[in-house]
């Protein structure tokens, strides 16, 4: 018999390597669905920062924010509905109802297996026991997966163990490339002018461009194309743009912190706070809703910092550095 995922030899519709590559999917999954409530949160940087915005002096002249990329969000709901579809699919198919491993109904009477700890008053997924499933239980990823996890010999045995296989190896894929985008570098936004205002001034495109990282070479690809207007623009240039233009850019500290690096002058966290700490560095304003107000509107309103005020602050310190060592 052949297996139905990738052809290789098996006694059921899986092959033992297909299987061993399900039961690693299936239990790297729960951490998989904690990393991606992480970065839905923003309590860690797994996406790429938005590119810095320029200070406005009219409402008019306002870019527009940059939305929030739910994609962390999104997969983890495809996550979850896959995952649950899957499980309800297999259960009707061996016959059983499905309930979280080593659960038992509400209105179950009869002895509990006992867990480490004792009196079941914590539930250890490593450790033998049951407990009693709550009235108003609703599965999480990592109880779909598990109970996937122990049944894979069935789900291998099923006309759909294919299908299945490949769907969770994929949102796994998917799911890793959500949470480790590939490196790129920051450019600037799009100089390209593509029309003019009502008050005759030049309108640029704007639009943020980010250029791939050459993993072969250890550098920025040499040129990036503006996937709103099209034009393709040598990488060199862009940032003589950025450093023409660094007086008009206002950002936050996660922003400068990944602008700089991706400029080649990195500065570190520590000594960027301390900065700002001593007052060294000010605020230019605060974000709110994508524009930057001279006032805090609410408390967790981020303060946005000049650009080339930092990076004078670095030429300074950098060279008063030189001097002392001389």
């Known amino acids: 018999m052949q297996c139905t995922k990738c052809g290789g030899r098996a006694t059921v519709y899986l092959c033992r390597e297909c ?7 299936l239990e790297q999954i729960p951490w998989i669905a904690d990393r991606l409530t992480e970065a839905y949160a923003k309590q860690n940087a797994l996406s790429t920062p938005p590119g810095p915005r320029r200070i406005v002096e009219a409402e008019d002249d306002e870019q527009s924010p940059i939305p929030f990329d739910a994609s962390a969000g999104d997969t983890y709901d495809e996550l979850r509905t896959v995952l649950m579809r899957w499980c309800r699919d297999l259960a009707d198919q061996i016959g059983v109802e499905w309930l979280p491993v080593d659960a038992v109904p509400l209105d179950f009477i009869g002895p509990l297996r006992p867990m ?36 894979r010999l069935d789900l291998a045995n099923s006309e759909d163990a294919a299908f299945a296989a490949h ?15 590939p490196k790129r570098v920051y450019c600037g936004p799009c100089p390209t002018v593509v029309g003019k205002d009502a008050r005759n001034r030049p309108v640029e495109c704007a639009q943020g461009l980010w250029a791939d990282w050459d993993d072969d070479n250890d550098h920025a690809a040499t040129h990036v194309e503006c996937w709103k207007c099209r034009k393709r623009h040598n990488v060199d240039e862009l940032k003589k743009h950025i450093y023409a233009h660094a007086d008009h850019f206002s950002m936050t500290v996660e922003e400068l912190l ?14 960027l706070y301390r900065w700002i700490k001593e007052g060294r560095v000010r605020p230019r304003g605060y974000q709110r809703d994508g524009r930057i107000t001279p006032t805090r509107l609410r408390r967790g309103d981020p303060a946005v910092f000049s650009l080339a005020e930092v990076r004078g602050l670095m030429a300074r310190d950098e060279q008063r550095r030189k001097e002392t060592v001389s």
């Open 116 to 151: 480490i700890p004792a009196n079941n008053t914590e539930r250890i997924p490593e450790m033998p026991g049951q407990f009693r499933i709550s009235r108003h239980y609703i599965p999480d990823i990592a109880d779909l997966s598990r109970w996937l996890n122990v049944h």
């Open 19 to 25: 299987i061993r590559e399900l039961d690693s999917n």
């Open 167 to 181: 769907e969770i190896d994929r949102l796994c894929r998917k799911a890793f490339r959500v949470l480790n985008p």
């Open 258 to 271: 990944s602008v700089l690096d991706n400029l080649g002058e990195p500065v570190p966290q520590s000594t």
